[in-house]
């Protein structure tokens, strides 16, 4: 059974850092595509990161030199790390994993950043 757990989220204030988790089980890790993407209230899911089994990776424009996005194939496990952060950056932040037709989500991770 494919499983995409996320973890790492909470509130935190502008300015802060947080780091996701996203651990991998049932599928070959390492010849996914890992992404994170983030969905706000009222709006439509977006991609915000996402690593290749080759390591080429692709930012959002909006993340770009404040969020990484690495992945540790030994631990199954894809993470973005996120400084600098905005109010607009809250959103539920989900895990994605994709090779060809085969895609997975996790459950989702919320991050909140307010004062």
């Known amino acids: 059974q494919v499983q995409l757990v996320e973890s790492g989220g909470g509130l935190v204030q502008p300015g802060g850092s947080l780091r996701l988790s996203c651990a991998a089980s049932g599928i070959i890790f390492s010849i996914y595509t890992m992404g994170w993407y983030r969905q706000a209230p009222g709006k439509q899911r977006e991609l915000v990161a996402r690593?290749?089994?080759?390591?080429?990776?692709d930012y959002a424009d909006f993340v770009k030199g404040r969020f990484t996005i690495s992945r540790d194939n030994a631990k199954n496990t894809v993470y973005l790390q996120m400084a600098s952060l905005k109010p607009e950056d809250t959103a539920v932040y989900y895990c994605?994993?994709?090779?060809?037709?085969?895609?997975?989500w996790g459950q989702g991770t919320l991050v909140t950043v307010s004062s």
């Open positions: 690593i290749t089994s080759m390591g080429a990776i």
């Open positions: 994605n994993a994709v090779m060809g037709p085969l895609e997975r």
